[in-house]
């Protein structure tokens, strides 16, 4: 195979797995067009008290996020029994289930269209599913890229990603706006509206699973099953022939020469992994991206003209992912983690004293703004370039799990408590909503000081030389 042969082969398997990575960002952000609908469809109806319908709420909005937990902690476990690309053809089918299920819960227990507020705990499940998918994926899809890429080029493919998680977010708020202009009402959209922005989802999971089909798993996953012949095959056609045969002997040195076993290159690489994920989640981004809807709607109280207003920040989340993966070769890993922090912590801190100070309108979707072009020129696709290069073959499989276990139960805790905190009669009394923004800032400060202090530089080292480091 020629050079641009080789690009385009690689290429192929590089926007393959980014489904899941889009699968990702449309499942996660699909939630945030139907907020109120649920709110009004399975939780008002039950009448409870402000405190328990707030924290109802905040389970039945991030319960997804079980499932996420879920699927990280035992990614690692099925990446290695079933190998890399069949776990994410089980991410797809399970992507596929939840789509239709939380679509029409009441699917294989009554007629479809008859289901109320009884079917919550039955709606909860199927997202939990979904769940299931995200968290597979969002390990397997970083880790199936960065193991068929080349050094000098897996920051921008891992990148790619993350750019297809966040046009996953963008293409579904598209979606979510189209549906409920189209509904023409409220009423609509609480009652039916909300079902065909969840079975919306089944379009990009069926060519997720249909496409998995026609690519290899990665070499590193093939070579763990003593499949080398499979493995070289892969590795000629995406570097060539010399590149192939001498990048073959380095995995065959690193899958062997360890036990494998997770503190084989001690507690500090486990640990960073673990720190860089909850703090990629402590800063908030999912505050903005579930919540989005209810929050323009203190800038603009129609339905419609706050979907449109997220697709704002879905369009500016979609532009500063293309910059990072522009230049996360270029500059490197951590100058772009440490200004993407500062720009975090500046909007955030911003955005808690315009709630403070009652002048929301435009002045806090500049701070949004603000915030989303930071995380994504940042914290949102390099923190999946790290966690993807930073562990050594033989223990990424099981350190990489923990890391992203450990991002689901932070976006859970955070997903979890903004509703409590921001609906507290308390703190809206004192703050104006303003206290928990502040939150995510101080969390961005820190963000900030331990790349700084605690993670190394990754850019054009091989998955093999990052062992070094370690040693």
């Known amino acids: 195979m020629s050079k641009s042969e080789n690009s385009r082969y690689l ?14 960002g449309y499942d996660t952000g699909v939630i945030s067009g139907t907020v109120g609908s649920l709110d009004a469809f399975f939780i008002k109806p039950k009448g409870l008290s402000e405190t328990a319908a707030s924290a109802f709420k905040g ?16 990614g690692g476990v099925i990446s290695k029994k079933v190998g890399r690309k069949n776990g994410l053809i089980i991410a797809a089918i399970l992507f596929l289930v939840s789509a239709l299920g939380s679509a029409m819960p009441e699917m294989l227990i009554t007629r479809i269209g008859t289901a109320d507020h009884t079917f919550s705990t039955v709606f909860i499940i199927y997202r939990i599913i979904g769940g299931l998918g995200v968290g597979l994926a969002s390990m397997l899809s970083p880790l199936y890229i960065s193991e ?7 920051g921008k493919l891992v990148s790619f990603n993350q750019l297809a998680i966040v046009g996953g977010f963008m293409v579904v708020y598209f979606v979510n706006y189209f549906i409920s202009k189209g509904g023409g009402s409220d009423e609509w959209l609480n009652t039916v509206g909300w079902r065909w922005m969840f079975a919306s989802e089944v379009i990009p999971a069926s060519l997720f699973l249909i496409l998995l089909f026609f690519v290899p798993d990665t070499p590193r996953s093939l070579m763990l099953k003593n499949r080398k012949k499979e493995a070289l095959n892969v590795l000629v056609k995406v570097n060539g022939k010399i590149e192939g045969h001498k990048i073959l002997s380095e995995i065959d040195g690193s899958v062997t020469e360890t036990s494998g076993k997770l503190l084989s290159y001690g507690w500090l690489v486990i640990a960073i992994g673990i720190i860089l994920s909850v703090f990629q989640q402590f800063v908030g981004i999912n505050v903005v991206l579930y919540y989005a809807p209810e929050i323009f709607k203190s800038i603009n109280s129609d339905t419609d003209g706050a979907l449109f207003l997220t697709i704002l920040v879905g369009i500016v989340n979609f532009i500063f992912t293309i910059i990072a993966i522009k230049t996360v070769d270029k500059y490197g890993r951590k100058p772009l ?4 922090a500062l720009g975090m912590t500046i909007a955030m801190f911003a955005l808690g004293f315009v709630f403070f100070a009652k002048s929301t309108g435009y002045l806090a979707l500049i701070c949004m703004m603000l915030y989303v072009a930071s995380f994504a020129v940042s914290w949102g ?10 562990f050594p073959n033989k223990i990424r499989g099981k350190a990489m799990a923990i890391a992203v276990a450990a991002q689901w139960i932070s976006n859970y805790l955070v997903s979890l408590t903004f509703p409590m905190m921001d609906d507290n009669s308390f703190l809206t009394e004192h703050f104006n909503h303003g206290f928990s923004y502040w939150v995510y800032g101080l969390m961005s400060l820190l963000a900030m000081f331990f790349i700084l202090k605690f993670v190394p530089e990754t850019k054009g080292k091989t998955l093999e030389e990052m062992e070094e480091i370690w040693k």
């Open 59 to 74: 389970f039945l909005i991030s319960s997804a996020l079980i499932g996420c937990i879920i699927g990280g902690i035992f």
């Open 381 to 390: 696709p390099v923190t999946w370039v790290l966690l993807a290069e930073i």
């Open 11 to 24: 290429l192929k398997l590089t926007l393959v797995a980014t489904l899941g990575g889009l699968l990702f």
């Open 148 to 154: 068929i890429a080349p050094a000098n080029s897996r």
């Open 337 to 340: 983690m440490i200004i993407g």
